[in-house]
């Protein structure tokens, strides 16, 4: 069965194909160790568990979301079994002697170097003590900020923010006025959760902070037409606990001592370009991978959350 790949993830995994054929290998393996479990068997070429469970990790987010579980599992087997046939097929033609297939060769082992490398800084850098002491200082360096929990009913003329602003008044729920007449789809019941000043527009912003909790506006203004707003509550904003922003540490913790890695390396090496050096701030030559460019931040440090 073939089935259609996207084009990053036939590159990747016909270079794993080249891999398998037993042409090259990385590493001896261990005699004492259980053999892999044989998945399939293409013209005598066997692919086994280890394969798949590469092949999944080298095409990761090219595979389709909706997959899961033992589907996603039969889809990456169904396209190791194509690869492998393409491979046969491209060794039968001899295409393994061609100037073109060294090329990319020496270029896909260059690129497994380098992510094997930026594999183990990313796993020596995340460790728990590491998370946690990113953790403590991004806390820390918080400034104390003050959000509040808000509604409001959008509409397009002031005439129809009185209107809507006098039911209010006259005792009815503010939600359910905002249900009917209000034209922000985004806000069951003109529900705006919590946010900060800075996260609206500075007329809505400006009116909606002189607010105390069960206080209601005056028409407000914006660009977006006619608001009426209530606000049900007002805090300091807190900072998310660590479970909650872990994955994001992860990534800021990663992207940091990759690209320090990355800079050291540069400082130490003698390097000639052909082509002018980028000036700060501008962009990186086409096809550079942000995740090793120093000259590209590594990324914010975790940020609290905000809204519901």
Do not use: C
């Amino acid at each position: 069965m073939i089935m259609m790949k996207p084009q990053r993830a036939i590159v990747l995994g016909l270079a794993w194909a080249f891999l398998s054929t037993g042409m090259i290998h990385a590493t001896a393996a261990d005699p004492a160790a259980p053999a892999p479990k044989v998945l399939a068997t293409v013209n005598g070429k066997t692919i086994t568990e280890e394969d798949l469970k590469l092949a999944m990790e080298d095409l990761g987010a090219s595979l389709p979301q909706q997959l899961k579980g033992k589907a996603r599992e039969t889809y990456v087997l169904d396209y190791l079994i194509d690869g492998q046939l393409v491979v046969q097929k491209a060794l039968a033609d001899k295409l393994d002697k061609t100037p073109d297939f060294t090329e990319k060769l020496s270029y896909l082992r260059d690129k497994a170097l380098m992510d094997v490398l930026l594999s183990d800084v990313a796993k020596a850098a995340t460790t728990d003590e590491a998370l946690h002491k990113t953790y403590d200082e991004a806390a820390a360096a918080q400034k104390p900020e003050t959000e509040i929990h808000a509604r409001h009913i959008l509409v397009a003329t002031e005439a129809d923010a009185q209107a809507a602003l006098k039911r209010v008044k006259a005792g009815e729920d503010f939600a359910k006025v905002a249900k009917d007449v209000s034209k922000d789809p985004g806000s069951e019941g003109g529900d705006l959760g919590w946010f900060t000043k800075d996260r609206m527009v500075p007329e809505f912003a400006d009116a909606a902070f002189k607010l105390e909790p069960g206080q209601i506006s005056d028409p407000v203004k914006s660009q977006f037409g006619w608001h009426i707003i209530q606000v049900e509550d007002k805090r300091q904003k807190s900072f998310p606990p660590f479970d909650q922003v872990k994955d994001q540490l992860v990534r800021y913790v990663v992207q940091k001592a990759q690209s320090e890695m990355i800079v050291k390396l540069r400082d130490a090496a003698k390097i000639e370009r052909a082509d002018a050096e980028p000036a700060p701030g501008e962009a990186p030559p086409a096809g550079k991978s942000s995740a090793t460019d120093p000259a590209k931040p590594a990324g914010d440090a975790p940020k609290p959350a905000t809204g519901k």
